[in-house]
């Protein structure tokens, strides 16, 4: 089983980044999808999920209006698009996989998105 994130970077305040996760060996579609992101010294947060079909999604109040997540099961694929970027969004936003009847889960390794100028 591989959870790869991709996309992360330095970007300056008020830019746009798009995250990625690609995942394989497992049946995607039947996976709700989330990210979270961890900021430097503190804890691990949600940042926002996605349902396995897709037809519901859910975001933190900080980045609601911002961020977008989706998905692409035919190309077993989540997407975390970031807009409006500020300092406190700097974190590694990580990619969580977990199976819609709760069988089991699986996190990614983790990509850094730096917001500085």
């Known amino acids: 089983v591989q959870v790869v994130e991709s996309g992360g970077g330095l970007v300056q305040p008020g830019g746009s980044l798009r995250l990625s996760c690609a995942a394989s060996?497992?049946?995607?579609?039947?996976?709700?999808l989330r990210w979270y992101r961890q900021p430097p010294g503190k804890e691990r947060e949600l940042v926002a999920a996605?349902?396995?079909?897709?037809?519901?999604?859910n975001y933190a109040d900080s980045v609601k209006g911002r961020f977008t997540i989706s998905r692409n099961n035919a190309k077993n694929t989540v997407y975390l698009q970031m807009n409006s970027l500020k300092s406190e969004d700097t974190a590694v936003y990580y990619c969580?996989?977990?199976?819609?009847?709760?069988?089991?889960?699986?996190w990614g390794q983790g990509t850094l998105v730096t917001v500085s100028s």
């Open positions: 996605i349902t396995s079909a897709g037809d519901s999604t």
């Open positions: 060996k497992f049946t995607f579609s039947s996976y709700d």
């Open positions: 969580y996989a977990r199976h819609r009847w709760g069988l089991n889960d699986y």
